[in-house]
């Protein structure tokens, strides 16, 4: 398959918001693609290399060849490429990528080069979300899409999914089952406003506290322990807490679903970054152990002792998850669908210093990959009235508007300091009508931003702050999205900045 097909694949999935299109688009690339092809063509379509990181960013392709008159490359070609550029480590190294750049890069037309470009430097932004490819796999393979989610859930990897349901059906989709030490992709929730509203929605549940610390799925077998980020990055070795927690209860084989998060004496959260920043050192782990031991506290249970869970209700696996593990490292939880009941529970996870509760269906599966609706999260959401600095051009679906916001707080100077960006919680309409706004008040470009008079105020609902040294101010919005513009307000009036130093230092 020639990767000129791929790319008018992607330009097709880039220049519509039908989602319907948009399956369609892949499923017709999938279709024309061969046995070896599939997983390359779901892989690429969803802006990843099937090598991971190879070592090639933006300085790497200043100086592109110029572009091949005719489209000769192949999907299997590129894979080819890519595989050499990735295995080259040591000395020689950087002469053997650049070498292998320049020859693929020189059989490339002009549109293959930007697709390209923007696949290596992890700018391929599409709209070909997991949900849509799933569906799409489903469709060029004829396979209901239960079947195939399902695979994908339990292995964690679309693209084999994909190549063995083309080149086998629904029968060879029978080979993927779950494994203990190798992760799947965890289940995620839905946001509610408040308590009434998720429990309206889960019906019978048991809520528990929500942590704000680092999530993590443990795998134990015959005594080995794997520990996985959310992002399935393999964090053992950084865990020795962990690891002792699995191996001393007696257990042959499991996979649980947790956090871990570090606690004061008092047991109360110590601020979320010095738990992010002990999470993510991998030298000096004992020492570090000891300043800042971490806790681990478990919400789930996928397998136990040989036996499957994920299709089990929640009520079944977190008692399967209780009589495996001691009282010590449950999440606190409360089963009760009385709503004066679930909000005692959220109150005094706040008061214990915590970010909220989960609430979750007492009868769902997990469904991995998936926001599922069974797992609503309600948080404490702090709002800040912010001014808008300046704005990104969408891709995908908002093509054509400005989507991602910089924010900024007034300082005392009288101008402004950037405190963070955000494209959520934005309608169509909304789109629409910032984009005409923003353009009127536009004073300069530079590359996807345009740089606004700051003069529109937004309300901006926010999980917290963290310290960080990419803005001026030396903090940054965690988890920001627009609750609504403020047309009562003028930018003098919006949140100060040492509003916003008060917010931190009062949660730290």
């Known amino acids: 398959m020639l990767l000129d097909r791929l790319v008018a694949a992607s330009q097709k999935v880039a220049s519509t918001r039908s989602r319907i299109a948009k399956r369609d688009a892949i499923a017709a690339a999938l279709r024309a693609a061969g046995p070896d092809e599939a997983r390359l063509v779901v ?7 099937p090598q991971g990181s190879i070592g090639v960013g933006p300085r790497s392709l200043r100086d592109l060849p110029p572009p091949a008159t005719e489209a000769r490359l192949t999907l299997l070609e590129l894979d080819g490429a890519l595989s050499r550029i990735a295995a080259a480590v040591g000395s020689g190294s950087r002469g053997v990528r650049a070498s292998e750049l320049e020859r693929l890069f020189g059989r490339a037309t002009s549109a293959e080069q930007t697709f390209l470009v923007a696949l290596l430097v992890g700018e391929l932004r ?17 396979i209901p899409v239960a079947a195939v989610r399902r695979a994908a859930m339990v292995s964690g990897d679309l693209a084999a999914v994909a190549s063995a349901a083309l080149a086998g059906g ?62 399935l990055a393999d964090v053992t070795d950084r865990l020795p807490e962990v690891v002792e927690v699995l191996r001393s209860g007696g257990i042959r084989s499991a996979i649980v679903d947790g956090e871990v998060i570090a606690l004061h004496d008092d047991g109360h959260p110590r601020p979320f970054q010095v738990t ?22 478990l919400f789930d249970c996928l397998h136990l002792d040989g036996e499957d869970l994920i299709d089990r209700p929640t009520r079944e696996r977190i008692a399967a998850l209780e009589s495996a593990f001691s009282p010590e490292v449950m999440v606190p939880r409360v089963w009760t669908s009385d709503p004066a009941a679930a909000r005692r529970v959220f109150d005094d996870a706040l008061r214990r210093g915590h970010e909220g509760v989960m609430v979750k269906a007492a009868g769902a599966p997990y469904e991995a990959g998936r926001r599922g609706a069974a797992w ?33 707080a007034r300082d005392a100077d009288g101008g402004f300091v950037m405190l963070g960006k955000t494209f959520k919680g934005m309608t169509d309409e909304v789109l629409e009508w910032q984009t005409e706004e923003l353009l009127r008040r536009e004073t300069r470009r530079d590359g996807i931003v345009v740089y606004v008079r700051p003069e529109l105020v937004v309300e901006v609902a926010f999980d917290g702050l963290q310290s960080s040294t990419r803005y001026p ?20 009036e919006a949140d100060t900045i040492e509003t916003v130093r008060a917010l931190h230092e009062g949660a730290a």
């Open 43 to 49: 892989s690429y379509l969803s802006g990843e290399l």
């Open 126 to 142: 599409q709209g070909a979300l997991a949900g849509v490819m799933t569906e799409a796999v489903a469709a060029a393979a004829d």
């Open 170 to 231: 629904p029968e060879a989709l029978g080979a993927f089952s779950l494994r203990v030490l190798t992760p799947l992709q965890p289940m995620l929730a839905q946001r509610a406003d408040d308590v009434e509203a998720a429990l309206n929605r889960a019906g019978d549940a048991v809520v528990e506290w929500k942590l704000d610390g680092a999530r993590v799925q443990v795998h134990l077998l015959d005594g080995e322990v794997r520990a996985f980020t959310r992002n």
């Open 276 to 297: 992010m920043s002990r999470f993510g050192s991998s030298r000096g782990v004992d020492v570090l152990r000891s300043q800042v031991p971490l806790s681990l506290f």
């Open 376 to 408: 609503i999260k309600v948080k404490r959401a702090v709002t800040l009235d912010l001014v808008v600095l300046a704005a990104e051009w969408g891709h995908g679906r908002r093509r054509g508007w400005l989507s991602n916001l910089h924010l900024g």
């Open 473 to 492: 101010a030396g903090l940054a919005l965690r988890f920001a999205r627009i609750k609504g513009y403020r047309p009562d307000k003028s930018a003098g």
